[in-house]
């Protein structure tokens, strides 16, 4: 009797072979993106501009001076300006300390729009017209969020006799 309840329930199997299993989804390699020189790398040998006062605005200034200073000579001081955030502008204000003339048309730049983690670059004539440590002063202003913020940074040029 056990034999032909086995038979039995063997004959109702359904016959369908099983279906195939979903085939697993095809792992994708992302393909990398080739990007260029990074911030850090391209203001490589500059040094950090001294950041003043208590502003939040997330910019770094980064400078090179381009001979050693002296007395009397034209000195040109590079900048690197940059962001961490994009905004439609930005104006640097550049003050001489005592003892620093700024070459006429070098105290304000414009800069166009702006994009995070780019770097932007602009040259800055000044005289030293004493010796000893000097001060270069820059307001860097950015308009973004129909506001305009402020961060100041200072230079220090050593000018020997």
Known sequence: MACAVASLSACHRNS??????????RATVPVP??????ATELTRGMVEAVSYGKS??????KFDLMQRPTVGQPL?????????IDAPGADIQVAGGEGVTIT???????LASLAAGEVY??????????PGVLLLNLTVLVKHDEMTESRAF????????
Request: hydrophobic content about 40%.
């Open 16 to 25: 369908d072979p099983e279906p195939a299993a979903a085939p697993a989804p």
């Open 104 to 110: 006429p048309g070098e105290n304000q730049f414009a």
């Open 56 to 61: 939040q605005l997330p910019v770094q200034l």
């Open 76 to 84: 040109d001081v590079s900048i690197a300006v940059l962001p961490q």
């Open 154 to 161: 200072s230079i220090p040029i050593i000018v020997e006799h």
């Open 33 to 38: 993106v080739k990007k260029g020189p990074s």
């Open 121 to 130: 670059r602009e040259n800055i004539r000044v005289i030293p017209t004493t």
